[in-house]
């Protein structure tokens, strides 16, 4: 399985912000919204092996959410960010009475999390690595077929954030010289996978 874990800083938890304004009040939803849809959105094909969770961090008025985006199951994902920022906004929106897990659509189930304690579990699976520009390129690292990639959304980690996954040890991975945008991260990362398990190592 692959999966992708990206750290959501500054988009409302509560799902409080409007679909006019997503890299505003939405809090760069925009770019949250891309990632998704570019993840699992190939040219003509859903990619069903992926895995995908995103950690709102903590936004007054309700605590940090996580939304877990499983290949296998979704629907009602479109390329375009509007549609797919829909999806989650209303997901987060159900998410708010909530005190466990809910499939708010098919394939995307909302609840509550304790954001540190949700992190260290990811920093410490197996295959995990943290795409970083600070990281050794892809090719030094063994990756077998379980793969965990973290990353941030438009921000970088908190400093928490990474210091946890720096006392975890989690390696480091750069796509390359220069900063990308978490979406283009995610394009180029399930490219390293792709041509990896097309050369049958991964
Ligand atoms: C938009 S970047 C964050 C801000 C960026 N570090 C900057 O200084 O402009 C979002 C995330 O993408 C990942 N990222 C960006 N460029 C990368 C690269 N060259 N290699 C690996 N990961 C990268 C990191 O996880 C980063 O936190």
Same mark, same amino acid.
């Given at each position: 399985?692959?999966?992708?874990?990206?750290?959501?800083?500054?988009?409302?938890? #509560?799902?409080?912000?409007?679909?006019? &304004?997503?890299?505003? %009040?939405?809090?760069?939803?925009?770019?949250?919204?891309?990632?998704?849809?570019?993840?699992?959105?190939?040219?003509?094909?859903?990619?069903?092996?992926?895995?995908?969770?995103?950690?709102?961090?903590?936004?007054?008025?309700?605590?940090?959410?996580?939304?877990?985006?499983?290949?296998?199951?979704?629907?009602?994902?479109?390329? &375009?960010?509007?549609?797919?920022?829909?999806?989650?906004?209303?997901?987060?929106?159900?998410?708010?009475?909530?005190?466990? &897990?809910?499939?708010?659509?098919?394939?995307?189930?909302?609840?509550?999390? +304790?954001?540190?304690?949700?992190?260290?579990?990811?920093?410490?699976?197996?295959?995990?690595?943290?795409?970083?520009?600070?990281?050794?390129?892809?090719?030094?690292?063994?990756?077998?077929?379980?793969?965990?990639?973290?990353?941030? +959304?438009? &921000? +970088?980690?908190?400093?928490?954030?990474?210091?946890?996954?720096?006392?975890?040890?989690?390696?480091?991975? #750069?796509?390359?010289?220069?900063?990308?945008?978490?979406?283009?991260?995610?394009?180029?990362?399930?490219?390293?996978? +792709?041509?990896?398990?097309?050369?049958?190592? %991964?």
């Amino acid at each position: 399985v692959r999966r992708i874990i990206l750290l959501v800083h500054r988009v409302p938890a #509560s799902g409080a912000f409007t679909l006019n &304004d997503l890299a505003g %009040g939405g809090g760069r939803m925009d770019e949250v919204a891309r990632c998704v849809s570019t993840a699992f959105l190939a040219s003509n094909e859903l990619r069903r092996e992926l895995e995908m969770t995103l950690l709102f961090a903590p936004t007054p008025p309700v605590g940090a959410r996580r939304i877990r985006i499983q290949g296998e199951r979704i629907r009602f994902l479109h390329p &375009d960010e509007r549609s797919t920022a829909a999806l989650l906004k209303n997901a987060l929106v159900r998410a708010i009475p909530m005190e466990q &897990d809910v499939e708010a659509s098919p394939g995307l189930v909302v609840g509550p999390i +304790d954001p540190v304690a949700e992190l260290t579990r990811w920093a410490a699976a197996p295959g995990a690595v943290w795409l970083t520009e600070a990281g050794v390129a892809p090719e030094s690292l063994p990756l077998g077929e379980e793969t965990v990639a973290i990353l941030g +959304d438009a &921000d +970088d980690p908190t400093p928490a954030e990474q210091e946890i996954l720096e006392r975890a040890g989690v390696p480091k991975v #750069s796509l390359g010289p220069r900063s990308l945008r978490a979406s283009q991260c995610v394009d180029v990362w399930q490219n390293v996978l +792709d041509r990896r398990a097309a050369a049958g190592s %991964g």
